[in-house]
């Protein structure tokens, strides 16, 4: 797989995870089921790295990973706790693991076509 597709498969797997969850925590917030306070706050950490994942900068990809390992503690818990929420945990947990195998393949490939990375040190 090449980075250009695995860049697009990436990006939209995450815009649709934003609005999966954008739409579920705003949904619980007005119901009341939560105050919709903490429902925003919920959506922020997930949002924090959309303008990184959008440009393709390989930078965040390697960090938004860290981000999607709060997100999938959350749909793994509501997977094992509820039955009302059961086909929205499991498309949760399946979309976060597809992204958590994306994220860090993508910016290791874009990385290497960019020439980033760790600078070798020069023996004295």
Known sequence: MNTNTLFTVCRAGYCLLVLLLGAQFIHQGMSGEYSLIFSILWILPLISPLKGVIKGDPYTYAWGSFI???YMLH???LLYVTQDQFIFALSEVILIGALLI????YA???GRELGLGLKKQKKA
Do not use: A, D, K, S
């Not at 994306?102 to 393949?105: K, S, V």
């Open 75 to 77: 749909g793994l818990t």
């Open 68 to 70: 999607l390992c709060l």
């Open 108 to 110: 290791r490939m874009r």
């Open 102 to 105: 994306g994220f860090p393949f």
